[in-house]
């Protein structure tokens, strides 16, 4: 019966990988470009403009953060429970930190899906108070997930843990793992200082090439081996 449940639990997990990858290929065409270039730019008043306009493309990009992060708490549970080269404490920490930042992931993405939709309607309709009140919590950082901690930096964090644990099982997932990691660290310090050129290059080879990559190398060896 556990034996069962373990498999059961990593073909589970192999669809999930499975599907962030995915989610990730579509945070990146959607939010680099479907959506303006206002719309990633520090002009606010362009920035809710060009939402009202064309709020498709930071809609989906929210969604597939929204969802992308629940489905990560399960990988990392599959990952947690496979022999490798981490102990069990390390392994428990990795999971813990996983299952916090997927959280916090899933209510980044929430968080963008209703409150960037409910400001730039505020502040469209709004008079001269209102849309200073808009301003201002546009350019407050979130409480959430302040400058993505939570998405880029806890992230990173928990990927470079389990691809070194997953190392010696798969050379390729663990060095892509760490690369990853790295990238998201990275893009992490570059949206806490706000410098677009780095969070573009960051985000963009996180989004479109590591991410993705590594995600769906991760499903196939849950898929494979359970």
Do not use: K
């Not at 899906?113 to 505020?122: N, Q």
């Not at 499903?219 to 081996?225: F, S």
């Amino acid at each position: 019966m556990v034996e069962d449940n373990s498999r059961a639990l990593a073909r589970g997990a192999a669809l999930a990988a499975a599907l962030v990858g995915v989610l990730s290929l579509g945070y990146a065409v959607f939010y680099l470009f479907v959506a303006p270039a206002a719309q990633r730019g520090t002009d606010v008043d362009a920035y809710f403009r060009s939402y009202l306009a064309h709020p498709t493309g930071l809609r989906v990009a929210s969604l597939c953060l929204f969802v992308s992060g629940v489905l990560t708490t399960l990988v990392y549970a599959a990952l947690h429970a496979r022999p490798g080269a981490l102990g069990a404490s390390p392994r428990t920490w990795a999971l813990a930190l996983g299952v916090v930042s997927g959280i916090a992931t899933s209510a980044h993405g929430l968080a963008d899906l209703i409150d960037v939709d409910r400001l730039a309607h505020s502040y469209a309709a709004g008079d001269a108070a209102t849309r200073a009140a808009a301003l201002v919590a546009h350019a407050t950082t979130s409480p959430v997930d302040p400058r993505g901690l939570a998405t880029f930096g806890l992230v990173g964090l928990v990927v470079f843990a389990f691809s070194r644990h997953l190392l010696p099982e798969s050379r390729f997932i663990g060095l892509l793992g760490q690369v990853l990691a790295v990238d998201m660290v990275l893009l992490f310090v570059s949206s806490a200082f706000t410098a677009t050129v780095p969070i573009l290059v960051t985000g963009g080879l996180a989004a479109v090439i590591l991410g993705p990559a590594w995600w769906i190398a991760v499903a196939l060896r849950l898929y494979r081996t359970a």
